[in-house]
Structures are given as C-alpha cells and as structure tokens.
C-alpha cells in the first residue's frame, strides 16, 4: 500500500505516542483483507523501508549482511538495538551488519527476514510482497534469525550470563528504592 505512510521526515514517527499507531489500523485491516498479517511501511518517496505497523524491520542477503533501517523517522526500538548489539558480539557468527537505507530490492531479495518488538520479540518473516514482486522464504525462520531469536532467548531466561547488564531485578536493594511499586516513606 503505496499510499499509506506511518511517519515521514520531520514528522513524530519516532515518538512512541499513540497517535503514530492509529494511522495503521486501516492499512492493516485492508493487508489482513488481502491475505497479509501485517504492513512493511516505505519512507515517504516510497523507495526505502522504514518498519512495519508496530515493529522494525530487518532482512539478511546471500552475503550474511543483516539490513536495518536507520533511526530518523522510525522509532528506536528496544528490541532492535538489542538485536543490533547481539550481531556485534557474535564476533565468530561472520554475520555482517548494515544499518542504512533498506531499498524494497535489497528486502525482495534477501534469504530472510524478522521483524522485532518489545512484545513480540524477533518474529519470522514468510512473505514479502509489493505491487509487482513478492518473495516466499523457504526456510522460515532461517537460520540467521534462529540464531538471534536464541542468543536473545537465553539472555532473557538466564540461560546464559547477562554481558550486558540488560536485566535488572527490581526487586533488588539498589532497584527497589526507585521504582512505583515500593509505598512511600515519610
């Protein structure tokens, strides 16, 4: 849907704000009528990806380059950065990284593709489709994808050492005295 923009240039795209949400839901609804579950939004000259309704995106070409828009109109998505963070540690993976402009040619042609999201973490992609190309990924999720979606996993569940320091336990002493939950004190 060429005609549908989420943010733009100057615009609040990357504000979380419940009004940049709302201009979403027609367009989902008319992807969903369509046989899609969700939208993958195009920058305003409807050349380069930004992200899709709720969630950003990322794609990995036959070189193992994993694709990210850049932040600018889209919103800085905690789980992207986490993903992002993730590559550049797995030092041995030969997983490269590009955050820059995503052309629609370089998501069709990709190996794979996810979307993250707070809630829905990192989310295989199975189809891509534009007005006159689309792409089935064979193997859904592939393996780069399989590879992230665990890292993050056993950071997550402690299956593995928290390197870097993303949980926190609020119960904890130097936590606690912080947060909302604690009744005050007079």
């Not at 839901?25 to 993958?40: C, H, L, T, Y």
């Not at 794979?112 to 809630?119: D, P």
């Not at 950071?155 to 870097?164: A, F, G, K």
């Amino acid at each position: 849907y060429t005609d549908r923009q989420r943010a733009a240039p100057f615009g609040q795209g990357d504000v979380k704000a419940v009004g940049n949400y709302a201009q979403c839901f027609s367009a989902q609804r008319d992807a969903k009528a369509d046989g899609f579950s969700d939208v993958i939004y195009l920058d305003s000259a409807g050349e380069y990806i930004d992200e899709a309704a709720a969630s950003n995106f990322f794609c990995i070409d036959a070189n193992r380059t994993l694709h990210t828009p850049q932040l600018g109109s889209i919103l800085p998505g905690v789980t992207r950065d986490s993903v992002i963070q993730l590559v550049k540690r797995l030092k041995d993976s030969d997983i490269k990284l590009k955050v820059g402009k995503v052309s629609k040619h370089v998501a069709l042609n990709s190996k794979e593709a996810f979307l993250t999201g707070t809630g829905a973490g990192i989310t295989p992609v199975e189809h891509i489709a534009s007005i006159d190309e689309s792409v089935t990924f064979d193997e859904c999720p592939g393996p780069i994808t399989q590879q992230l979606q665990k890292a993050l996993s056993d950071i997550q569940l402690e299956r593995v050492q928290d390197t870097n320091r993303w949980l926190v336990d609020p119960f904890a002493e130097s936590v606690a005295k912080f947060d909302s939950y604690m009744e005050p004190t007079f």
